[in-house]
């Protein structure tokens, strides 16, 4: 390292390189940003001197050469922030670490239940600052369409939108998933299981029910109406609580299905304040392996999302697009796996039938 060299500190800038490897600026970025137009010779030399100063370049300077921001946008509804629910949260710092091994900085935002581009445009979008955008469960239609027509990059996990154009999706096998969950508790012995759900407009929730349903069917076992409820509000512990209580109220069950763990947390509160020892009296079985679900009383048994994984998959299938603006990725189905605890147990015959408590 010659003396000059050892002057130059940790801010070392783009200036300096240039200077010490006796090229101009705009040669340093092309050998940043691994233009072709630039000589192996040169380009050791600029190598060489960014190396020795300890020069990290600025995403703005590489973003010159390449016309990139490497920024991605990360947008979730705001309902989402206010659950006890962890589950886009982890989808999130599934993608934000996969993205630190891309160089690509994670800009997240949320947003409100109707979408007014005047009112609640995120500012990456307003000032075209991001390369490509996620967009993580349910958010309003005109908002996706808002982005097509931005023609940003686009990749959406855990929503099928209305939209006339084709999207790229990554999504949960809900229906698989909640079939395996059912056909346990069937194989288990049981045959009156209800099944209680929130949103149902919602495509996760309405895929848990088919996958329900479809398990019902294959084993002949009759859909009570009784014991279905998805007209809840949303899919929060309270809401769980509400349709278990309704719920026992109308019939009694010896098992019950949820549209996911927090509902799930709800029916437990709803079966004991009512008397009801799980499993022995009624099996409860969730959906989304959030992590409170292997500390519950008793642990809860429900199928895993691999929330992670399912935040990389989508930045990874983002960059192609990015990359390769004709590439096609389509919908992606991401892996489930049923996990058995103890909320589930095979079904006692000589059950009584319990006073439920209006």
Known sequence: ???????????????????????????????????GRVSEETR????????E????????????????SGNIGFIIADRYFHRAESFYNRTFLGAEFEARNTDYYILLTSIGEK????????????????????????????????????????IVIDHVPKSSKKLNTVLIDNEGGSFEATQHLIELGHREIAFISGFSGHPSQQGRYLGYKQAMSEYDLLVDSSLVIRDMPDTTDS???????????????????????????????????NKFRIPHDVSVIGFDDIPMSAHTDPPLTTVRVFNEEIGALALRKLQQLINCRSATTGRTIADIELVVRKSTTKFRPKRLKKKILE
């Open 53 to 68: 100063i300890g020069y990290h370049p600025r995403r703005s300077a590489i973003g010159l050469a390449s016309k990139t």
């Open 44 to 51: 050791r030399r600029v190598h060489k001197v960014i190396e």
């Open 115 to 154: 979408f007014d581009p005047r009112r609640d445009m995120p500012r990456f979008l307003k000032e075209r600052n991001v390369d490509g955008v996620i967009v993580a469960g349910w958010v309003d239609d005109a908002l996706i369409e808002f982005i097509i027509n931005r023609d940003v990059p686009l």
């Open 1 to 35: 390292m010659t003396d000059s060299q050892a002057g130059v500190t940790m801010s070392a800038t783009i200036k300096d390189v240039a200077k010490l490897a006796n090229v101009s600026q705009s040669t340093v970025s092309l050998v940043i940003n691994n233009h």
């Open 239 to 273: 809401d769980g609580y509400e349709a278990t209580c309704q719920l026992l109220r109308q019939g009694n069950p010896s098992a019950l299905v949820c549209g996911n763990d927090v509902i799930a947390f709800g029916a437990f509160k709803a079966l004991k304040e």
